[in-house]
């Protein structure tokens, strides 16, 4: 686990020191029987739907589904989200460019359509530096 969360921190939070990171020592994953999505992350707590994962057959192998979903959750652990304040789109968002970032399948954009504002055609790469413009900010 400790090569996932230097990954997160170096390259997609930019979190170079333990003093810029989110102070989670341990992250417990727990797989439970719920319906109404695949897992919910709340603060180190990762629940896994094991409906969902009975019941996928989507493009993917299984392995490769469940890398990409743990690859999301993992990153709600450790991202800060202005105590919880931050935009839900821009906190899943920044998930769903891990995924990408980790050339992961991206299974869903939590209904954000990413065709509106001159995004089409764009690399991932540059709509980030685009948004790091619009707001001076963020890392």
């Known amino acids: ?3 996932v969360n230097n990954y997160l921190w170096s390259t997609i939070l930019k979190q170079t020191t333990p003093a810029d990171r989110n102070p ?3 992250v417990k994953v727990n ?3 719920f319906i109404g999505g695949e897992a919910v992350t709340t603060g180190n707590l990762i629940n896994v739907s094991l409906v969902y994962l009975n019941d ?3 493009p993917l192998d299984f392995k490769k589904e ?3 979903l743990m690859g999301h959750e993992m990153t709600h652990c450790f991202q800060w989200n202005g105590a919880n304040t931050a935009p839900v789109n821009v906190v899943e968002g920044i998930a769903d460019y891990t995924i990408l970032k980790a050339n992961l399948y991206l299974r869903y954009m939590h209904g ?3 065709e509106i504002n ?3 055609g764009k690399p ?3 709509l980030w530096k685009d948004y790091q413009a619009k707001y001076p900010g963020v890392k």
Do not use: C, H, K, P
């Open 24 to 26: 989670i020592a341990v």
């Open 1 to 3: 686990m400790g090569q």
């Open 56 to 58: 996928y057959n989507g």
């Open 31 to 33: 797989l439970q029987a």
């Open 124 to 126: 991932v790469e540059q």
């Open 118 to 120: 001159g995004t089409r």
């Open 112 to 114: 954000m359509d990413w």
């Open 66 to 68: 469940f890398m990409s």
